[in-house]
Structures are given as structure tokens and as C-alpha cells.
């Protein structure tokens, strides 16, 4: 991973800012969860993105309408559907029986 070089200081109630480019970069919006995790051997502080298991990949809202499909990847019902829909069309003729 290479260094941003971005620096914040800790704040009296030991809060520390995430700055907006990182933040656009690994897609965390406001109150998203994150992860923090400890590597006392390399003396480091890790923050981690936690996404939940039934998060739509595309607006990120969490249903249980949703639905994990193989290699995690999570759809809404009309989600799937538009996603056939198209991959029906563009295929179309793989698709077809002799």
C-alpha cells in the first residue's frame, strides 16, 4: 500500500478524521462501520470498510430482499432482473438451441 502522506491529529475525544479523498477512494460514506483492527507487531492501527453480507453492491442499502450470488456479489430482486435483462440480450444467441 502506498503512503498517502496525509497527516491528522487526534482530537481531546480521541477521534481522528478520515480525509475525503481517502474517503472517495474506498467509498465510505457518512456513518459508515469500519473495522479497526491492531498489528502490534508492526506498530499499526488498521481501519477496515465492513460491509454488511446482504449490502447492495450498487447503492450500498442493506434489505433482506437482497439476495448473494456466487463470487459475493449482492443484488436487489430488480437489481437481478436488470442485470439478466441485459446479459439476455447481449448473449442472446449463445443462449439459443439448435
Known amino acids: ?15 481522528v478524521v478520515i480525509p ?3 474517503r ?6 457518512e456513518k459508515a462501520p469500519v473495522k479497526i483492527h491492531i ?4 506498530d499499526k492501527i ?8 446482504l449490502e447492495y453492491m450498487v447503492t450500498g442499502k442493506i434489505s ?3 439476495r448473494l450470488y456466487s463470487g459475493g456479489i449482492v443484488l436487489s430482486t430488480r437489481g437481478a432482473e ?3 435483462a441485459v446479459l439476455k440480450k ?9
Open 90 to 98: 447481449k448473449y442472446r444467441n449463445t443462449f439459443q438451441r439448435t
Open 64 to 66: 433482506l430482499q437482497n
Open 39 to 42: 498489528n502490534e507487531n508492526a
Open 46 to 53: 488498521i481501519l477496515k470498510k465492513n460491509r454488511h453480507l
Open 82 to 84: 436488470i442485470l439478466f
Open 20 to 22: 475525503i479523498e481517502i
Open 24 to 29: 472517495r477512494i474506498y467509498d465510505i460514506k
Open 1 to 15: 500500500m502506498k503512503s498517502k502522506g496525509i497527516v491528522r491529529r487526534v482530537d481531546e475525544l480521541g477521534r
